[in-house]
């Protein structure tokens, strides 16, 4: 215990800091993004002086965006949720059901880190360039990929555990909070 706090607490206050950073860092690229792409259009058809480079700069902020993204949209419920099978289960189930989703979850989240940082590893080794017009190394571009995937397997991990650690009343209040925000 830390400050009368649990483990978990401070487990789950520190993933909501770095889902709040992430979400942050995440909307000023999207921002970012909006803005080389209304300048590429207007220069393109507007001036007829496309660049180069805008395809390129958005794509490659894209791809941030997705993995920094991964996380807070899990924490936050805007993250892929199947409740097509919430009317068939008994309500006495309920608990169990959103716990199976959660390991669920964090299997998915395991696998897609552990290809993520395979592919990761294998660009940070062989230190290639990219095939764009603005010529980058890859390792500058696929570092993200692991750092979203973790940061969002240890939401998961969270979410799983307080969910199992809560009475079923309870975690049905939370699960219920968690998708209506």
């Known amino acids: 215990m830390t400050n009368g706090r ?8 520190f993933t909501r800091a770095v889902n709040r950073i992430f979400a942050l860092i995440g909307c000023t690229l999207v921002m970012v993004i909006v803005l080389v792409v209304v300048r ?13 480079w805008a395809l390129d700069v958005a794509r490659y902020l894209l ?23 919430d009317p ?7 608990h169990w059901q959103h716990i199976s989703g959660w390991v ?13 940082l395979d592919v990761t590893i294998d660009v940070f ?19 993200i990929g692991p750092v979203g995937t973790l940061q969002f397997l240890l939401t998961g991990c969270v979410r799983l555990v ?4 809560e009475p079923p009343a309870a975690a049905a209040d939370t699960a219920g909070a968690a998708t209506s925000e």
């Open 63 to 85: 791809l941030f965006t997705f993995f920094l993204a991964l996380a807070p949209a899990l924490e936050s419920g805007h993250h892929v949720h199947v409740d097509l099978f």
């Open 162 to 165: 307080r969910i199992w650690t």
């Open 104 to 116: 669920l979850v964090v299997f998915f989240g395991a696998v897609l880190f552990w290809y993520v």
């Open 88 to 94: 068939l289960v008994p309500p006495a189930w309920h």
């Open 6 to 13: 649990s483990w978990i607490d401070v487990a789950e206050a």
């Open 40 to 52: 590429e259009v207007v220069l393109r058809y507007g001036f007829n002086a496309p660049s180069t």
């Open 125 to 143: 080794e062989t230190d290639e360039f990219s095939f764009s017009v603005i010529p980058i190394r890859l390792k500058h571009l696929y570092w």
